[in-house]
């Protein structure tokens, strides 16, 4: 089954301590995102990546860190310095434009990441 | 910077009846998508619908239609003959055309959206 799979489906973590979320595409896409949500809201771009080894920050990326070494992974990295870390974070992926093509986001189950 | 207004917190609607979402938007570009997404309680984010600016012809698919207004910068969705499985947060999303601007999608607050049996 081609599809984003994200791991763990949930996450506790000690304050002061890094976390790595994973992400991991099997459809061939070329980009990929992290979003960040929290309850009662609209989800909130972290990072992206059109490109393998290629990554831009989003509009909350501080306390952030990511990696695009392989095309079919993303994994975030939420470090000590992100103030406020518990959320509901989801990746998505797309094809990059060609022609005609839109390049809807698809997402992936997502990871409810809390600090204890 | 692009902005996305959904104005309605949360809506009911009775099962097999047509419920209507709003979501307004602020850009200064003339060439965009629009997409509707849907979040039941697994809080998966599944695509429901999506539109190009470009096209005059509001997109549809199966009971979902939305209602694209390029000039009033509004994009509704249309829920025909709503289902129980329809229950969920409905979020409005935008995305620039520009491939400078990384293909981003920038979300509403979301719709709760409650299908009553």
């Known amino acids: 089954d081609g599809g984003i799979t994200q791991s763990p489906k949930y996450l506790f973590r000690k304050e002061g301590q890094n976390v790595t979320l994973s992400c991991e595409q099997n459809?061939?896409?070329?980009?990929m995102y992290w979003y960040r949500q929290d309850p009662g809201q609209g989800l909130r771009l972290i990072y992206y990546s059109q490109i393998v080894n290629d990554f831009q920050k989003g509009d909350i990326a501080e306390g952030y860190s990511v990696s695009r070494e392989k095309k079919e992974s993303f994994p975030l990295t939420v470090t000590s310095a992100q103030k406020n870390p518990t959320a509901f974070y989801l990746c998505a992926s797309s094809m990059r434009r060609t022609g005609a093509s839109t390049d809807t986001q698809y997402f992936g189950p997502g990871t409810r990441l809390t600090v204890l | 910077a692009q902005t996305v207004t959904q104005s309605q917190p949360e809506m009911s609607v009775q099962e097999a009846e047509t419920v209507t979402l709003s979501c307004t938007y602020d850009?200064?570009?003339?060439?965009?998508?629009l997409f509707w997404y849907k979040q039941p309680p697994s809080r998966q984010m599944i695509l429901v619908i999506r539109q190009e600016a470009y096209k005059q012809q509001n997109a549809t698919e199966n009971r979902f239609s939305v209602n694209f207004q390029k000039a009033a910068k509004s994009f509704s969705l249309k829920i025909s003959d709503s289902q129980l499985g329809d229950t969920a947060m409905y979020f409005c999303a935008f995305m620039g055309w520009l491939k400078a601007a990384g293909n981003k999608l920038t979300f509403g607050g979301g719709t709760r959206v409650l299908v009553k049996p």
């Open positions: 459809l061939n896409h070329d980009a």
């Open positions: 850009t200064s570009e003339n060439n965009y998508y």
